[in-house]
């Protein structure tokens, strides 16, 4: 019971505190409110459950909101800053308008530490309750507060209390309308996912359901099974939302618990979506939606002695699924695959007193929960956003994070738009054209077309009416969806019809039989041709041409799953004078007849179907047919399924699947013999790694651009653009990848070969959409390649908001570029070579004639091109000179190793790194060392055991715990010479490593020359680092974000090499190598200068020169020191640093010394330099003579380099133009 004492105490001593501190801000005045016992003396438990912090108007979370156990406001505090200087009623406007009415709280208060306001909520009108000084504050108002503002409880298996509660929101003022941000951000906080929102503890009770129902229910098992060997994919990163989820429902993050969490996740959204769609109907006044009624008539009808049983709850919710699918659109609400949770209420449902089942927990818990679901839901009225705006709340509703975990490929709404856009889908002629996305999981781009498409289809409505445009939108499949998910098929049907919903009230309004039975949206493999399938065989059946398909069901039988037969007429045999039937879209009107019939006889469990009602049915869909001889042809066809239904009703247990069995056909005849006037998508990035032997064969077999290690959005592009109709116009959102790779050129020249480009945007690697596809690109096509038309072509090159719509606004200009994009179009004819190298014509031109005059490729000089060494765990393998003396490391082992970001022009500016090579070559092979021969390095390795283990694919591929992952062969690295290059950088960054030193990571490649070309070594260095070259090279190889390009062996094989040949060519040669000559040896100063004083210590200490050990200790972090030099009156000198302790010396020279030593280093705080003084005036001033000399001959390299890259422009006989197209180019990029 709530104590009046401790509230009316917690209250004087708020008063208190904000005497005592008048200034102290809102948040710190809501802090101490939350650290009394207010709250829990009123029932309340915890912020994030009962209690939620709101937004200020400021934007801190300074006010709060108090719930009951169904996410219903009872109160909002708003906290005002003690010394606000208004009168505390002031802001009631702000806390009426703010929270209390789009919230619907019960009550509202204002306090600021010295006052308390409370107001009643009646209807839209509001009454003071409370006013009183927190100082004077009675036991009398401190009961009143009690008793308004204590947490209501609700009984659910007490059917007056349920009513009551029911009724509470039969008034519009006291329904939430979700309209205001307040309101929507109050819908999202119940039904987010998080362990204690309402959506959250379904969930958790749906994983206890499955845990029961497991080895129970036959259909659960086999659903399971099926949908974890055909569906189940494992996310890369288990979602942070899904953590403490995870562990409230007694699961880990293992792979079969994440599967079990995955499958009860996908049905919880299956459920809970089904039951937004039939509420948001009945708050629009949909004919036929009764969804509170029918909820309150199954309460009052399983009422005995005033109460009902909690199962009462999971009952009715499978009743109320069944009566939508009756009365709204059957496909939505068909049983499927996350049906199996009805399996015992099925059973209940007539004996829930007396079937035991009633009292078993796992059901009770479900069904208590499904209740919260129900009653959260009541307060929320859909009716002033439905359409558009309920279809956004509802992918908003769906956190990005977890739509990545479940599989789906998030395409961003502006992409969207904008390809429904550039395909020209717009205006009145879309209405009897087709759409198709073949990917489409959860809707977005036929949600957008179908937005486009009511809009286009008014005049039509108001010739024919609505219940015509639906009809012909949906049976004449004029918007279609494919997809392999179940899961996906579900919510993109829902969010379908979220914004189709006004447009089917008012085809009801006008035709009260107008019923639509499905969406054109279905589960199957759009990759999959049945008819070329080894699943589908012609035969003759009742004397005509049929098709048997086997449809693998998730019904299990044994270790294996149930193979259906289904037999289907022939094409040509129902297109036929047989029928009557004249074209595709008549015979899938006629198949869905026929389905309805089916289905309609199994639910009624009749042993045959009526031709009677077949024809019936016939006449839904189809007009001026010979009734009779159309019912006549499709009645065996339709015995046969009806048989296969009973079939696997009496043999397996479950006859539930049949629309399993009906997208296969309809979506096969879609498919398979459709073509459409667009096709649009973003479809799904796998590898052909993950494929199983099975699907490898069959996409090789019939997809031209299965080839290599190609990916599935290749065979997407090709499948996509065969189904379009000549003029067809096709737009995909993809990985750019296909454009340059290897495994891409089928799919170019197939691409070429049968469309044309009307555009393509590459976003390489800029970020632009947060959760888009790697490297994503945009292209639009156009099936017809005989039309003389230019690419635009756009290279997007930072992040800017709105790009797409800028890019809208520039292709007005024949071309254009800026920091951001550049814009130019291009002929067709332009991307005929082995990649797509898109280019303005002029740079084309000039790559055109580089390659011309050079007789070579990088590929045909040299040996090897080889990326660096892969460790798979680098914290271990690579180590430094203290790691090396601790662990004294066997030297056989160790070696000096770079990273792609030490490799600079010219040379190397290496990090102290060296790396374990446990390695050898023996017997012309490379093996692991015997590690017993190591005695130390295997303490050092056992050490890190674990670590190194964790590296599965190491043990996994038959390799040694302490094996690299990929050691190279390490003759690449002791080759002397070798060139070297980061694999990621800005600009060409080539190097030559003259005495086979440094080992490289896989941030590195490494370049060998084949024997005959070594003499180049020097030379060629010189055509890498030019501008020439690169010039060439940033045309081939992919912009990454930030400006930087892949050196990866695939792009540096293709570099055009002119090797001399002509005496003038030779002496240009000659120059060239003068020059790199001289640039090297000034690297080398400029290196030994870098490095002052330790180089040159080197050389006194091995002639016995003596120094003196001075200690730095850094107390801040500096990106480059400065230090001043300042002379005291006794002959000595200080030098200054800042953030650590001056070193005071006895001569100038001295401190001139220290002053080049540490001048520009980079230093982090506590960082300790020991710096060696000589102790002998003469040695520093020579140190200082020769370290200024070394800076002297390391100037001039930019010059040298300019005089290198005209020889080079001579060379390769290029003229001024040629010069200047190069140096814009590069001034850009």
């Known amino acids: 019971m709530p104590d009046i004492q401790k509230i009316k105490l917690d209250f004087q001593n708020l008063y208190g505190k904000s005497k005592q501190n008048p200034e102290m801000p809102e948040e710190e005045l809501r802090t101490l409110f939350n650290k009394s016992t207010i709250l829990e003396n009123l029932g309340y438990s915890a912020i994030g459950k009962d209690i939620r912090l709101e937004l200020s108007i400021k934007g801190k979370r300074s006010d709060i909101v108090c719930l009951d156990d169904y996410g219903n406001v009872v109160f909002v505090v708003e906290f005002k800053k003690p010394s606000d200087g208004v009168e505390l009623k002031e802001h009631f406007d702000q806390l009426w308008d703010r929270y209390v009415k789009p919230l619907r709280a019960d009550f509202g208060a204002l306090i600021n530490g010295y006052e308390l306001i409370l107001y009643r909520r009646i209807g839209e009108n509001n009454k003071l309750e409370l006013r009183v000084n927190l100082s004077e504050i009675s036991d009398k108002d401190s009961e009143l507060i009690i008793k308004l503002l204590k947490k209501p409880d609700y009984e659910l298996t007490k059917v007056k209390e349920i009513i009551n509660y029911l009724n509470k929101f039969s008034a519009p003022e006291s329904r939430i309308y979700l309209t205001s941000d307040a309101a929507r951000e109050h819908f999202f906080e119940n039904f987010k996912l998080e362990e204690d929102s309402i959506f959250g503890e379904l969930l958790k009770k749906m994983v206890k359901l499955f845990d029961y129902e497991y080895s129970r229910s036959k259909f659960l098992t086999s659903a399971y099974d099926f949908w974890r060997k055909s569906y189940a994919k494992k996310p890369d990163k288990v979602p942070e939302s899904w953590k403490k989820l995870l562990k409230g429902a007694g699961l880990t993050t293992g792979e079969e618990d994440l599967y079990k969490f995955m499958f009860c996740l996908e049905t919880t959204y299956a459920l809970f979506t089904r039951l937004i769609l039939a509420k948001a109907c009945e708050d629009y006044n949909f004919q036929g939606i009764d969804f509170s009624e029918f909820i309150e008539s199954e309460i009052k009808g399983s009422e005995r002695r005033g109460g009902t049983f909690l199962v009462v709850w999971g009952v009715l919710v499978m009743r109320l699924i069944r009566k939508m699918r009756r009365d709204l659109v059957e496909s939505v609400f068909e049983e499927d695959l996350f049906y199996w949770w009805t399996d015992d209420f099925e059973g209940l449902q007539n004996n829930i007193y007396t079937d035991q089942r009633s009292y078993e927990v796992a059901l009770m818990d ?163 041709d049945e008819s070329k399938s080894e699943a589908m065989t012609l035969s003759m059946f009742e004397g005509g041409r049929s098709i048997s398909i086997k449809i693998t069901l998730p019904v299990r039988a044994g270790d294996k799953f149930v193979d259906a037969e289904v037999i289907m007429p022939f094409r040509g045999e129902a297109i036929s004078e047989k029928t009557g039937l004249l074209n595709i879209p008549e015979y899938f009107a006629a198949l869905q007849a026929l389905f309805d019939t089916v289905k309609e006889a199994a639910r009624a469990e009749q042993e045959v179907i009526v031709q009677e009602k077949l024809e019936i049915n016939l006449k839904i869909y189809l007009q001026n047919k010979e009734w009779t001889r159309l019912a006549g042809f499709f009645m065996p066809y339709g015995r046969y399924f009806l048989d296969t239904i009973k079939k696997l009703r009496t043999e397996y247990g479950d006859g539930r699947l049949v629309k399993s069995i009906e997208d296969i056909i309809l979506a096969g005849l879609l498919k398979n013999h459709v073509e459409y006037d667009f096709v649009v998508g973003n479809p799904p990035y796998v590898r052909v790694q993950m494929l199983d032997e099975v699907q490898k064969n069959y996409y090789k077999s019939n997809y031209e651009s299965a080839s290599g290690k190609f990916d599935l959005y290749i065979l997407f592009i090709e499948r996509g653009i065969n189904w379009l109709k000549n003029d067809g116009k096709f737009g995909y959102i993809t990985s750019n990848k296909f454009i340059q790779s290897s495994y891409g050129e089928d799919i170019r020249n197939f691409i070429l070969k049968n469309t044309i480009i009307s555009q393509f945007i590459d976003f390489g690697d800029t970020g632009v959409f947060k959760d888009a596809t790697n490297y994503p690109c945009i292209f639009i096509l156009e099936k017809d390649p005989t039309k003389q038309k230019l690419c635009n072509y756009v290279r997007v090159k930072i992040p800017r908001d709105d790009i797409l719509n800028y890019l809208k606004e520039k292709f007005t200009y024949p071309s254009f570029s800026d920091k951001y994009v550049d814009y130019f179009t291009i002929e067709h004819s332009m991307l005929k070579g082995k990649t797509w190298n898109f280019m303005p014509q002029n740079e084309l031109n000039l790559v055109k004639k580089i390659e011309t005059i050079s007789p070579y490729t990088l590929k045909n000089l040299r040996n090897n091109i080889s990326e660096g060494i892969v460790t798979g765990q680098n914290p271990v393998f690579i180590v430094s000179d203290e790691d090396i003396k601790k662990y004294n490391i066997e030297k056989e082992v160790v070696k000096y190793v770079i990273g792609g970001s030490e490799i600079k022009r010219w040379q190397v500016s290496w990090n102290g790194n060296y790396i374990i090579y446990p390695h050898i070559i023996h017997s012309d092979k490379l093996k692991p ?266 100037q001039g390299i930019a010059a040298l380099e300019g005089e290198i890259n005209e020889l080079v422009y001579k060379l390769y006989g290029l003229d001024e133009n040629d010069k200047n197209v190069i140096e814009e180019f590069l001034s850009k990029f």
């Open 929 to 1194: 060392i015997n590690l017993k021969d190591y005695t130390n390095l295997e303490n050092y390795f056992v050490e890190r055991k674990t670590d190194l283990e964790k590296r599965h694919y190491v043990s996994e591929a038959g390799k040694e715990w302490f094996e690299l992952w990929n050691p190279r062969n390490p003759a690449i690295f002791d080759a002397k010479p070798k060139i070297v290059t980061p694999d990621i950088s800005t600009n060409n960054n080539f190097t030559i490593d003259f005495e086979g030193k440094w080992y490289c990571l896989d941030t590195c490649f490494i370049i060998v020359l084949q024997e005959e070309f070594s003499k180049y070594y020097t030379f060629l260095i010189a055509l890498l680092n030019s501008k020439p070259l690169e010039f060439y090279f940033k045309q081939i190889s992919p912009f990454i974000s930030g400006g930087y390009y892949r050196y990866k062996t695939q792009y540096l094989e293709q570099l055009p090499i002119h090797l001399p040949k002509t005496p003038e060519e030779q002496a240009l040669a000659s120059q060239i190598i003068a020059s790199i000559e001289q640039i090297l040896a000034k690297v080398k100063s400029d290196q030994r200068a870098s490095r002052f004083p330790d180089e040159y210590i080197k050389e006194y200490r091995a002639r016995g020169e003596e120094f003196d050990a001075h200690e730095i200790i850094f107390n801040a972090n500096h990106k480059e020191l400065a230090l001043d030099i300042e002379k005291l009156l006794d002959k000595e000198f200080v030098v200054k640093i800042k953030g650590a302790a001056p070193i005071t010396l006895d001569s100038q020279t001295k401190a001139e010394y220290v002053k080049a030593a540490l001048t520009g280093r980079k230093v982090s705080k506590s960082e300790k330099i020991q710096l060696l003084i000589p102790r002998a005036e003469s040695l520093a001033k020579e140190a200082l003579a020769q370290w200024q000399k070394d800076v002297q001959e390391a």
């Open 366 to 528: 479900f069904s208590r929960a499904l209740a919260k679901v129900l009653y959260a839901l009541y307060k929320f009225d859909f009716s002033k956003i439905i359409g558009d705006p309920l279809g956004d709340l509802y992918q908003k509703y769906f956190d990005r994070e977890t739509r990545k975990a479940l599989g789906e490929f998030y395409t961003p709404k502006e992409v969207v738009e904008y390809i429904v856009d550039a395909v020209d889908y717009r205006g009145r002629g879309i209405v009897d054209k087709r759409l198709l996305d073949p990917a489409c999981g959860s809707g977005t781009f036929l949600v957008d077309a179908l937005k486009r498409y009511l809009v286009e289809a008014m005049p039509l409505a108001e010739e024919k009416g609505w219940d015509f445009v639906i009809s012909k939108l949906c049976n004449e499949y004029h918007i279609v969806g494919f997809d392999i998910h179940p899961f996906a098929t579900i919510m993109a049907q829902i969010q379908f019809m979220l914004v189709l919903i006004p447009y089917y009230k008012k085809a009801i309004e006008k035709n009260k039989n107008f019923l639509l039975k499905r969406l054109p949206i279905f589960r199957t493999d759009s990759l999959i």
